[in-house]
């Protein structure tokens, strides 16, 4: 009998185990899912808004993760600047102190940037920056703007906001040397010199991932100026080569107003806009179709220089033909693409024709009459003056009738004609089984007005028979 139970617990302890090695293959150890949830702030001593906090405050705050230590140190800005606050970070919680006094009645901004991270290995960083208004006496600033910051159009991530008074002035540093009203003895004492004025720190936010910004914490009543930059360093200050704009209107907030909804656009003043559309040769006059675009503004070929060198390294404007990895020849002075697209014939200041040889260099005699004769006369005369040959833009249509031109800021007039010579300039040539020189068909538009970085689309171009 017990050794029927002692054999019935042997089988019992086999099931058992054979059961947890079961169990174990079933349900293998993993493990879990990466963390990619950012820091969020759970509390803080004392609130947001307080008022009365004293010139040595002690702010508290507990978030939902464990912190990366260097990372609120280097997110924190503070505002004023000076005297900088301890920080100090033990897990989920940070202690903002300061030791050294704050000036009576102050408005204490305290900002955490995005920089701020949870612990090292995780590196999850704040999706925004995190604003907070304090006074230390019973006067809050309550002025607050918040909006959006877009370059050609788009959120800018890395944009930031400065706030600027309308008259902006730093006294500069009091230096003082010998005794309170005694004049120095420039014999045996250096006459002290003032020292530089200090730009004064002013506040700046950082835009989020969609390009929004928020400041808190801004005087009211008083006017004042937001410039916005491209901060690609971090450095919350405009370097060289950074795209920077004021807002278009001084601001001035009412007491505790909230001004929403500020947007503008960042743009290189420089930066070509993109001119493109489609145009059609109508008439039976066969030849590739050029696009031109004669620039109204004075001194455009500096200008144009001068842009092309600012902005990224731009080339002059690229033709979109039947073969569109071939750049028409468009310098400072305009060349012609014909048949043999690798010979620039050569050209003076001013809008030639082209005889029966065409690929006979021009000289200074061979201008367009002022005043063509024949069907086209009308529309050569809607060209007007042509003015320097570097104000030109040419680029030629693709079969399907596509064209696509980058061009410089400012005033323009949109030509296109049929290129029968291949000089790629409206004018003569020789009609076909004839020794007769007839004008080229040709359209004249009206004036475009390019701002930078834009885009735009005329409407369709037919190059009509004159009827």
């Keep these: ?47 947001d808004s307080s008022r009365g906090v004293g010139r040595l405050p002690a702010l508290r705050l507990r978030f939902s993760e464990t912190l990366h230590a260097a990372s609120v140190s280097s997110a924190l800005r503070t505002y004023p600047a000076h005297p900088r606050p301890d920080v100090r970070v033990r897990g989920t919680q940070v202690e903002i102190r300061y030791r050294d006094s704050l000036p009576a009645d102050t408005t204490l901004i305290v900002v955490l940037g995005r920089s701020l991270q949870d612990a090292p290995g995780r590196d999850n960083k704040l999706p925004r920056e995190l604003w ?34 309308a008259v902006a002035s ?19 004492t250096p006459v002290a010199r003032p020292a530089p004025a200090r730009r004064p720190r002013y506040p700046v936010a950082a835009t989020d991932t969609e390009g929004l910004f928020t400041m808190l914490g801004l005087p009211t009543g008083v006017p004042f100026v937001l410039r916005a930059f491209v901060d690609r360093n971090a450095s919350f200050d405009v370097e060289d080569g950074e ?20 947007e503008w656009n960042l743009v290189d003043p420089r930066e070509p806009g993109q001119v493109h559309g489609v145009v059609f ?28 060198a600012a902005v990224g390294g731009m080339r002059p404007a690229r033709g979109t033909g ?14 012609g693409t014909g048949a043999d697209s690798t010979r620039a014939p050569v050209v003076a200041d001013s809008l030639r024709g082209t005889g029966a040889d065409s690929t006979r260099a021009h000289t200074a005699a061979d201008t367009l009459p002022t005043a063509p004769q024949g069907s086209w006369a009308t529309a050569y005369a809607a060209l007007g003056p042509v003015g320097s040959r ?3 833009q040419v680029v030629y249509a693709s079969p399907r009738g596509d064209y696509s031109v980058r061009v410089r800021p400012g005033r323009h007039r949109l030509a296109a004609f049929v290129d029968v010579s291949g000089d790629s300039l409206p004018g003569t040539h020789v009609a076909a089984d004839s020794t007769e020189r007839v ?28 009827r």
């Excluded at 230390?136 to 906001?161: F, S, Y």
């Excluded at 795209?243 to 500020?262: F, I, K, N, Q």
């Excluded at 040769?281 to 620039?295: C, E, F, Q, Y």
């Design 1 to 47: 009998m017990r050794a029927l139970v002692r054999r019935g617990s042997g089988v019992a302890i086999l099931l058992a185990l054979a059961a947890y090695a079961g169990c174990a293959h079933i349900r293998p150890l993993e493990g879990g899912a990466p963390d990619k949830t950012p820091p969020e702030l759970l509390a803080m001593t004392p609130a």
């Design 132 to 165: 907070f208004v304090f006074a230390t006496g019973d006067t809050l600033r309550g002025g607050a703007v918040l909006g959006r910051i877009t370059v050609k159009g788009k959120p800018e991530p890395q944009a930031v906001l400065r706030f600027e008074p």
């Design 170 to 188: 730093a006294a500069p540093d009091t230096v003082t040397g010998g005794a309170a009203g005694a004049a120095p003895d420039s014999a045996t």
């Design 243 to 262: 795209l920077a704009a004021a807002y278009p209107e001084t601001l001035r907030l009412a007491p505790g107003e909230v001004r929403r909804g500020l």
């Design 281 to 308: 040769n109508r008439t039976p006059i066969a030849g590739p179709i050029a696009v031109a675009l004669l620039s109204l503004d004075p001194d455009t070929s500096q200008t144009s220089r001068r842009a092309g």
């Design 322 to 335: 039947a073969d569109s990895t071939r750049a028409p020849v468009v310098a400072d002075s305009l060349r």
């Design 390 to 392: 570097a104000a030109w």
């Design 439 to 466: 004008w080229e068909p040709l359209w004249v538009g009206g004036v475009l007005e390019i701002t930078p970085a834009s885009e735009v689309r005329p409407r369709a171009i037919d190059i009509d028979t004159p």
